[in-house]
């Protein structure tokens, strides 16, 4: 995400991150279905309003990532170098992420109380799966746009579905290869094998198609 250069936009982002600080806080402490909205407004020392004016949802303060990481995905796509497939950018970008220690792809102490805090959530978990698909959607969007196809082109679709569930198979992989090691190096790399061999599987069924 850009830093906003005028003095405003930065006080209004500081705002929201400090309103997704210390909810995420009071979700790891407490729960997520424990912790009201007004709660979170006490302890951020700003008004209900206020909060609702940075996240439309409580569900938006603990997924506060999720537009960045959905500009991550159509950059990746619309940036690639032409000799590399929409396929290929996909699995670099897992690489380079993890290359980066992005958050996106976070196996760590911290990371084990992001997931907790889901497991023992159902609002979150639904909320979860609702992000999945609409990333798949935002996937297969900029995957036909980046080879001058429909944003509707069933290959795109299909392609996006299958490598978002490559992934969700891959972090959870890699979130239990932590939980039973506590180690990162061995989480990256049950996460990058799982995406490796999806991008393998994936070409090969989208072979003569310009995605692979």
Do not use: C
């Amino acid at each position: 995400m850009s830093t906003p250069t005028d003095r405003r936009s930065r006080k209004r982002l500081a705002t929201r991150q400090n309103i997704s600080n210390v909810a995420t806080r009071l979700f790891f402490e407490r729960g997520f279905d424990n912790v009201t909205v007004d709660e979170i407004a006490a302890a951020a020392d700003v008004g209900r309003m206020t909060v609702f004016n940075h996240f439309a949802r409580k569900e938006d303060m603990f997924f506060d990532r999720d537009e960045e990481g959905r500009d991550i995905l159509r950059e990746a796509l619309r940036n690639r170098p032409r000799r590399i497939v929409p396929i290929e950018a996909l699995r670099l970008l897992a690489h380079r992420l993890v290359a980066e220690q992005s958050p996106y792809v976070e196996f760590s102490k911290r990371s084990q109380s992001f997931v907790e805090t889901i497991e023992r959530s159902e609002t979150l978990k639904a909320r979860a799966r609702a992000i999945r698909d609409e990333l798949a959607q935002v996937v297969a969007t900029a995957m036909a746009e980046s080879v001058g196809r429909e944003p509707t082109d069933p290959d795109a679709r299909l392609a996006a579905a299958t490598l978002l569930a490559t992934w969700a198979v891959a972090l959870l992989q890699a979130h239990l290869t932590f939980r039973e090691t506590r180690d990162t190096a061995k989480a990256n790399a049950a996460f990058l094998a799982i995406v490796d061999k999806g991008s393998v599987g994936l070409k090969a069924a989208m072979a003569r198609t310009p995605y692979a």
